[in-house]
């Protein structure tokens, strides 16, 4: 009785009716599954009241920033502070609050009924606020804004928000890419490193780096601690994996990775920096984005910068989904061009919400091999080794498809689809 009322609860409109029915449950005497929908229940109220928070804050802080009155008091400073003691909170904190709230009630309406309805969570509704704040006190048009909102609604159905966050910024690059260059190239002023002491004898280093630059430093410790597990016939297990980059990274400014002699391969490629960029913005015809791998979408002229000093490899993609085209192999070890295709296909482990990449997750055969799965790119799909041994080892199950979407069964009986994902989408 009380799994069937859950159900019914989890699929009715938020509201206080909602919310007291699901008050009067004792999750803990809920069967395991129902304890689930009763948890997706409640983030659905939380989605509704958060709605309600937006307009609250934007009654208290106004609908527009403050004007300043003299040369001692900033933008919001009253009503900053009245937020901030209201909500316990700090004067920084507050104003982004504020900022997040007036981006989605001025200017985001759909965001905030699918926030209200419990459509999207209160992180998804935030992370499209901030993405899309800069564009719109740019002047983007009612349309681009509206376009942005349904996109960003539709992916959240399934991804995380980090994930909503990039493809937010994805679209904003295409709809407006003269925009996009412009802050982009803005933003590579204030590249920096800073150094800052800390107690127990430490210091915090700071980078603050274009994309590229960024992704070719975490490439460079990655690689230096893959030379030294290679050496090493016993690596020190005693270490996490911050622990290993931050000892790398003092390696690394000793002496250079040229200097090393031990050539590290990843699925039996060089490590490399991947750049996606389609055929017309190479050729200068376009100014799409590029998708800078690990971080998502970057200028045009960016991308061809860096494609010009690239090694080229042909994907070819289907040109109404953007997704990479399927062809098939017999032997259970994969040839080199499946192990690229798979790489370049998912891009990250596939289970939901994961975005550990794929150049150094396992390639995973969903069907085993010794039940009869074969070696092609419509069973096999890039899995982190957690969620590799979570499919082999902790009762979850995995139907892979030939675009690399996938679904997953939690050993519950849960159902969570992770959609294609386009080569020119971030991820």
Same mark, same amino acid.
């Given at each position: 009785?009380?799994?069937?009322?859950?159900?019914?609860?989890?699929?009715?409109?938020?509201?206080?009716?909602?919310?007291?029915?699901?008050?009067?449950?004792?999750?803990?005497?809920?069967?395991?599954?129902?304890?689930?929908?009763?948890? =997706?229940?409640?983030?659905? #109220?939380?989605?509704?009241?958060?709605?309600?928070?937006?307009?609250?804050?934007?009654? /208290?802080?106004?609908?527009?920033?403050?004007?300043?009155?003299?040369?001692?008091?900033?933008? $919001? $400073?009253?009503?900053?502070?009245? /937020?901030?003691?209201?909500?316990?909170?700090?004067?920084?904190?507050?104003?982004?609050?504020?900022? @997040?709230?007036?981006?989605?009630?001025?200017?985001?309406?759909?965001?905030?009924?699918?926030?209200?309805?419990?459509?999207?969570?209160?992180?998804?509704?935030?992370?499209?606020?901030?993405? =899309?704040?800069?564009?719109?006190?740019?002047?983007?048009? *009612?349309?681009?804004?509206?376009?942005?909102?349904?996109?960003?609604?539709?992916? !959240?159905?399934?991804?995380?928000?980090?994930?909503?966050?990039?493809?937010?910024?994805?679209?904003?690059?295409?709809?407006?890419?003269?925009?996009?260059?412009?802050?982009?190239?803005?933003?590579?002023?204030?590249?920096?490193?800073?150094?800052?002491?800390? @107690?127990?004898?430490?210091?915090?280093? @700071?980078?603050?780096?274009? !994309?590229?630059?960024? #992704?070719?430093?975490?490439?460079?410790?990655?690689?230096?601690?893959?030379? #030294?597990?290679?050496?090493?016939?016993?690596?020190?297990?005693?270490?996490?994996? $911050?622990?290993?980059?931050?000892?790398?990274?003092?390696?690394?400014?000793?002496?250079?990775?040229?200097?090393?002699?031990?050539?590290?391969?990843? %699925?039996?490629?060089?490590?490399?920096?991947?750049?996606?960029?389609?055929?017309?913005?190479?050729?200068?015809?376009?100014?799409?984005?590029?998708?800078?791998?690990?971080?998502?979408?970057?200028?045009?002229?960016?991308?061809?910068?860096?494609?010009?000093?690239?090694?080229?490899?042909?994907?070819?993609?289907?040109?109404?989904?953007?997704?990479?085209?399927?062809?098939?192999?017999?032997?259970?070890?994969?040839?080199?061009?499946? @192990?690229?295709?798979?790489?370049?296909?998912?891009?990250?482990?596939?289970? *939901?919400?994961?975005? #550990?990449?794929?150049?150094?997750?396992?390639?995973? %055969?969903?069907?085993?091999?010794?039940?009869?799965?074969?070696?092609?790119?419509?069973?096999?799909?890039?899995?982190?080794?957690?969620? %590799?041994?979570?499919?082999?080892?902790?009762?979850?199950?995995?139907?892979?498809? =030939? $675009?690399?979407?996938?679904?997953?069964?939690?050993?519950?009986?849960?159902?969570?689809?992770?959609?294609?994902? *386009?080569?020119?989408?971030?991820?």
């Amino acid at each position: 009785m009380r799994t069937q009322l859950v159900s019914r609860l989890l699929t009715a409109a938020p509201g206080i009716d909602t919310l007291t029915s699901l008050f009067a449950i004792d999750p803990f005497e809920l069967a395991a599954p129902a304890r689930i929908d009763y948890l =997706s229940a409640l983030e659905r #109220q939380m989605s509704w009241l958060q709605a309600m928070m937006q307009r609250a804050i934007v009654a /208290v802080a106004g609908e527009e920033g403050s004007k300043s009155d003299d040369i001692f008091t900033g933008v $919001d $400073d009253a009503e900053r502070e009245d /937020v901030a003691t209201a909500l316990r909170m700090s004067t920084g904190t507050a104003q982004i609050r504020i900022d @997040v709230a007036r981006t989605l009630v001025n200017h985001l309406p759909n965001v905030c009924s699918a926030l209200a309805m419990g459509e999207i969570s209160p992180a998804h509704a935030t992370v499209i606020a901030r993405e =899309s704040a800069s564009a719109i006190r740019d002047g983007m048009g *009612p349309a681009h804004i509206y376009s942005i909102e349904q996109s960003a609604l539709a992916y !959240a159905e399934f991804h995380t928000p980090t994930q909503v966050a990039n493809k937010v910024r994805t679209s904003i690059a295409k709809l407006a890419p003269e925009p996009f260059e412009e802050i982009a190239e803005r933003a590579r002023d204030t590249r920096r490193v800073s150094c800052f002491r800390e @107690v127990d004898g430490l210091s915090t280093i @700071v980078a603050i780096l274009p !994309a590229e630059d960024a #992704q070719i430093v975490m490439k460079a410790i990655e690689n230096f601690i893959h030379q #030294q597990v290679t050496k090493d016939a016993l690596p020190d297990e005693r270490r996490s994996m $911050d622990m290993k980059r931050a000892d790398a990274l003092t390696s690394i400014a000793t002496w250079s990775l040229q200097e090393n002699t031990v050539d590290v391969k990843l %699925h039996r490629r060089p490590v490399t920096v991947n750049v996606t960029i389609d055929l017309p913005t190479l050729l200068g015809l376009a100014e799409n984005p590029g998708q800078l791998a690990g971080y998502g979408a970057i200028p045009a002229s960016v991308a061809r910068a860096l494609a010009s000093d690239g090694k080229w490899q042909r994907f070819i993609t289907d040109p109404q989904t953007g997704t990479l085209l399927d062809y098939g192999r017999e032997s259970y070890e994969p040839p080199q061009a499946l @192990v690229d295709f798979l790489i370049a296909r998912d891009r990250t482990c596939r289970f *939901p919400g994961c975005r #550990q990449s794929a150049a150094r997750a396992d390639l995973d %055969h969903a069907q085993s091999w010794e039940s009869g799965g074969e070696t092609s790119a419509a069973n096999l799909g890039a899995l982190c080794r957690r969620h %590799h041994r979570l499919k082999t080892h902790g009762g979850w199950k995995l139907d892979s498809h =030939s $675009d690399g979407s996938c679904t997953w069964t939690s050993p519950l009986g849960k159902i969570y689809e992770v959609p294609a994902r *386009p080569m020119l989408e971030a991820v």
